[in-house]
């Protein structure tokens, strides 16, 4: 897609997509596909509160470097995104905005042993016990989103 049209990247949609199928997944007894889909609800949920809060985006809507800033900014994914919010919060354009909902998000500690890795492991190498807690945090951050989306931010 060009920058004119439609931005293939669409960080919201995507949260909401993953969090509904990894709901789909629990229901059917598939905790390890559904746990990494919560943790990849939560990244994308997180994202669409930078991109609302001006993080600056490239021509696909994709979060890009950030000027000034080394490493991968926020390309990041949990749980090396969370303790990103902190080390480069002065990076975010809108900080008042990005603190507003992202203060909200006081479960995402419970992404600590989760990894994009996961999607490669044996499922009894994966670290089943924590997908309660990993639905419970990604939770938190749809209604985040809700709220953001209710108060016109997204």
């Known amino acids: 897609m060009s920058a004119t049209g439609p931005l293939s990247v669409n960080y919201f949609d995507a949260a909401r997509r993953h969090f509904q199928d990894a709901g789909t997944l629990l229901g059917a007894s598939r905790q390890a596909n559904a746990g990494q889909l919560l943790g990849i609800a939560a990244e994308c949920g997180i994202k669409a509160i930078l991109v609302a809060s001006g993080v600056p985006v490239d021509t696909e809507g994709s979060i890009d470097s950030l000027p000034g800033v080394k490493g991968r900014g926020f390309k990041k994914h949990l749980p090396d995104l969370h303790q990103a919010l902190t080390d480069l919060a002065a990076?975010?354009?809108?900080?008042?905005?990005?603190?507003?909902?992202?203060?909200?998000?006081?479960?995402?500690?419970?992404?600590?042993?989760?990894?994009?890795e996961h999607r490669y492991w044996r499922d009894a190498a994966l670290p089943l016990a924590s997908v309660a807690r990993w639905q419970l945090a990604a939770g938190d951050v749809m209604a985040v989103l809700d709220q953001a989306k209710e108060d016109g931010v997204l």
């Open 91 to 116: 990076a975010i354009p809108d900080s008042r905005k990005a603190t507003t909902y992202l203060s909200a998000l006081t479960n995402l500690a419970h992404f600590s042993d989760w990894q994009i």
